[in-house]
């Protein structure tokens, strides 16, 4: 079983074939409490295509099914043979198309309705490669050198965050949460350092996550974590100050910019890093570009290509046609990609 051989943790228990949950408590979703229960309810009596057809949540449908939301996956060169965990792993946008090409895949999330919806598209798709590990991804323990991919696709910004998230709720209200006084950046790191620790030689970290310093901060977007104004930008001290007087809540969500985040994985052992830039996004992205190539080729404003085209959208693509196609700023891109690879 992949679980013995990975997870160093004692008090694994089974819930049913494949599915093992660390009894730990932690809820992050894009969903409700009340919303993942209906979902986890009509399970039975529907496809998770249609059920999510039918859920009215923006972008949910594309967020789980887009063919986009795995483009990445390419990039590791992948033979057929890796043990990959797919940690945050959610409703398997990554798990499911990963699991086709490698030997096994082990999903860990720590919101059981997000794994259970996950056990029902795996059985869809009649795979048996992929197991299902619910638990607090700051809790697990790994095997040294026991598995051989590692994806952390927009997770490592939530990683310091110890408190239940509903997403909307977290990004538009105000929350009176409790304070933890351990650093983010050294949670990240230390997540970050287990991962290290449990791949084995040349195995591969898969890291996607926004840009510190996406350009459209600069403009007036909101901190895509946070709901607030220019916190990615600020040194991180003053960003809490602003989180604290906006959310009432301290600057948790912690993201990097290029040379930041290289410096902490050369740091942690890592040897051949590749970097890509993901445009519009990491989530969905129509290009994916290579972080040493110029970005002549750069289609402006991709992601409003199937819909209306509006004065803010221009400005958007004369802006990034002079940053981008003339001057060339790729350390304003909008969000990264690192293969990293264990020496």
Same mark, same amino acid.
């Given at each position: 079983m992949i679980l013995k051989k990975i997870i160093k943790n004692k008090n694994i228990k089974k819930i049913s074939n494949n599915f093992y949950t660390l009894n730990t408590q932690g809820y992050w979703s894009n969903l409700s409490y009340e919303e993942n229960k209906k979902l986890v $309810?009509? %399970?039975?009596?529907? $496809?998770? =295509?249609?059920? &999510?057809?039918?859920? +009215?949540? +923006?972008?949910?449908? @594309?967020?789980? /099914? $887009?063919?986009? =939301?795995?483009?990445?996956?390419? *990039?590791?060169? *992948?033979?057929?043979? @890796?043990?990959?965990?797919?940690?945050?792993?959610?409703?398997g946008a990554l798990t499911i198309p990963i699991a086709k090409k490698t030997k096994t895949v082990l999903g860990i999330d720590q919101t059981k309705e997000s794994l259970l919806f996950l056990e029902k598209r795996t059985y869809e798709e009649k795979l048996k490669n992929i197991h299902f590990l619910q638990a607090n991804l700051r809790d697990i323990e790994l095997t040294h050198s026991s598995f051989d991919i590692a994806i952390v696709?927009?997770?490592? @910004?939530?990683?310091? @965050?110890?408190?239940?998230? #509903?997403?909307?709720?977290?990004l538009n209200k105000k929350n009176n949460i409790k304070n933890e006084k351990i650093s983010p950046g050294l949670i990240q790191k230390k997540f970050l350092q287990k991962i290290v620790s449990g791949l084995k030689k040349n195995g591969k970290l898969y890291l996607a996550i926004e840009n510190r310093y996406?350009?459209?901060?600069?403009?007036?977007?909101k901190d895509p974590h946070n709901g607030t104004?220019?916190?990615?930008?600020?040194? +991180?001290? #003053?960003?809490?100050i602003i989180s604290l007087i906006v959310k009432r809540r301290p600057y948790r969500t912690w993201i990097y910019s290029v040379n930041e985040l290289k410096k902490i994985l050369d740091d942690l052992g890592f040897g051949n890093i590749s970097l890509y830039t993901a445009w519009p996004d990491y989530r969905l992205p129509d290009q994916i570009i290579p972080y040493q190539n110029n970005l002549n080729n750069l289609k402006i404003c991709s992601a409003y290509k199937n819909s209306k085209i509006t004065w803010?959208?221009?400005?958007?693509? &004369? &802006?990034?046609? &002079?940053?981008?196609?003339? %001057?060339? *700023?790729? /350390?304003?891109s909008p969000s990264l990609i690192f293969i990293a690879v264990k020496k």
């Open positions: $309810s009509d %399970l039975k009596k529907h $496809s998770t =295509r249609k059920l &999510i057809k039918q859920f +009215k949540k +923006k972008n949910l449908n @594309e967020v789980i /099914f $887009s063919q986009k =939301r795995h483009s990445g996956l390419d *990039l590791l060169n *992948l033979k057929g043979f @890796e043990k990959v965990l797919d940690f945050g792993c959610m409703w696709n927009g997770v490592l @910004e939530w990683i310091a @965050e110890t408190n239940e998230v #509903v997403v909307d709720d977290y996406d350009y459209k901060m600069f403009f007036g977007l104004y220019f916190t990615t930008i600020f040194p +991180k001290f #003053v960003s809490n803010r959208k221009k400005i958007a693509g &004369i &802006i990034e046609y &002079i940053l981008f196609k003339k %001057l060339n *700023l790729k /350390f304003l």
